[in-house]
């Protein structure tokens, strides 16, 4: 039973990373392997440091927490700095969901923001804001800010759309949404 102390670190790696956009899940099953990966790994190291290092395994348990959570992030760092390169000499597709809401609003624009404008098939508005954060569990919630909110009419989106080449429409057929996306 003191062992199980040693799965800690994972879930606290987990909430570190969680808010950098590190972990996209389909579903629960996904997230759930993940903590246990994570945590079978932290465990591990918490057992080697503790046996080595420390004698105390509280501070053991924290300090492979550091190691592990800084070493996922640089790892990340580099995934995402050189996958799409990689896949695109292989020509291989790294993204099977590259059409989807989630997929679009996760792009990184440096300097840039992304508006998103919200109408249904009837065109009529639903709403618009500032992508602040995505949802990553695949029930495609978006949280939107600004000021206040500004009622678009279905010609403005239009118009706003076509003024850069790195906006995008995202239609959801099944909710019957069409989002467009506005780089500013």
């Known amino acids: 039973m003191d062992n199980l102390i040693y ?3 994972g879930f606290i790696s987990y909430i570190v990373l969680r808010p950098f956009g590190l972990f996209n ?3 629960d099953s996904d997230r759930q392997i993940t903590l246990i990966i994570l945590s079978l790994i932290n465990s591990g190291l918490s057992a ?12 053991a348990m924290f300090v492979s927490a550091i190691i592990i959570t800084v070493f996922y992030f640089l790892l990340f760092i580099v995934y995402n700095k050189s996958s799409q390169m990689i896949a695109n000499k292989l020509n291989v597709n790294l993204y099977d969901n590259m059409g989807t809401l989630e997929h679009s609003l996760s792009q990184n624009f440096k300097n840039k923001e992304q508006f998103l404008i ?10 618009s804001g500032y992508v ?7 029930n495609q919630q978006i949280e939107l800010y600004g000021q206040a ?6 010609e403005t989106a239009r118009r706003l759309y076509e003024e850069n080449d790195l906006n995008s429409i995202i239609i959801d057929y099944k909710n019957k949404v069409k989002s467009y996306v506005i780089i500013f």
Request: charged share 20%; glycine share 2%; net charge negative.
């Open 149 to 154: 909110e500004h009622i678009y009419s279905i």
């Open 118 to 127: 919200s109408f249904d098939f009837d065109n009529k508005y639903i709403a």
């Open 48 to 59: 080697t440091l503790s046996s080595y290092f420390w004698k105390n395994s509280i501070v």
């Open 132 to 138: 602040r954060n995505v949802d990553d569990q695949g």
């Open 25 to 27: 899940f389909q579903n």
């Open 7 to 9: 799965l800690v670190p």
